[in-house]
């Protein structure tokens, strides 16, 4: 099973600011990598797919980087709205699809 | 647009079985998989497993594996999950989900989800 692991847990940053959200993984992830935003109470939402592409109508702030085991959502210039939490997810390798444990990011 | 509607929470006692409906709109429904994926209070994403609604083909996560039942009815293009000998730990929001295809590439992410069930077991 691929494991990914999120850090930091919690990000405490102010709008305005530069987000680096990591996810590292015990195998290399050859291409389906994704990261995804959730709010409270609703579902996910996909940001990036295949490591680097966003999905439709995500903002250009929001960028994916990485390939093999290391993996970085960037979030540039901190929206109110971007504060959440952000799970990466592996489809790479299955079953199981894996997810990280998330990324909480919350306004300081 | 599409749509993913899912059907209302369920309160259901430790042994009992549920079954959870996804309605989908909006597109093809038999060209793109669905996904089961849960989400237990205050805790991550948990991948259950998922459906080729053109084949009937399943692939379930070994966890569930005994457990869950995922089929389709292309007909109303609406996918369900069974999940049977509930215990406490199976309390969670439950979500279905389209995976993302470009062209006839599966990309192994989820574009589209329903708003979630939740799923409660209490005695």
């Known amino acids: 099973e691929v494991v990914l692991t999120q850090s930091p847990a919690t990000l405490s940053l102010s709008p305005g600011e530069t987000a680096t959200l990591s996810c590292r993984t015990n195998q290399s992830i050859p291409m389906y990598f994704a990261w995804y935003q959730q709010k409270p109470g609703q579902a996910p939402r996909l940001l990036i797919y295949?490591?680097?592409n966003r999905a439709t109508g995500i903002p250009p702030r929001f960028s994916g980087s990485g390939s093999g085991a290391d993996f970085t959502l960037t979030i540039s210039s901190l929206e109110p709205e971007d504060f959440a939490v952000y799970y990466c997810q592996q489809g790479s390798t299955w079953p199981p699809i894996t997810f990280g444990q998330g990324t909480r990011l919350e306004i300081k | 647009q599409v749509q993913m509607v899912q059907s209302g929470a369920e309160v259901k006692k430790p042994g009992a079985s549920v079954k959870v409906s996804c309605k989908a709109s909006g597109y093809t429904f038999s060209a793109y998989y669905i996904y089961w994926v849960r989400q237990a209070p205050g805790q991550g994403l948990e991948w259950m497993g998922w459906i080729n609604p053109n084949s009937g083909d399943t692939d379930y996560a070994q966890n569930f594996k005994g457990r869950v039942t995922m089929t389709r009815d292309t007909s109303i293009k609406t996918a369900h999950m069974e999940l049977t000998s509930l215990t406490s730990d199976d309390t969670a929001v439950y979500y279905c989900?389209?995976?993302?295809?470009?062209?006839?590439?599966?990309?192994?992410?989820?574009?589209?989800w329903g708003q979630g069930t939740l799923v409660t077991v209490s005695s």
């Open positions: 989900a389209r995976e993302k295809r470009t062209g006839g590439l599966r990309l192994l992410s989820l574009d589209f």
């Open positions: 295949s490591a680097s």
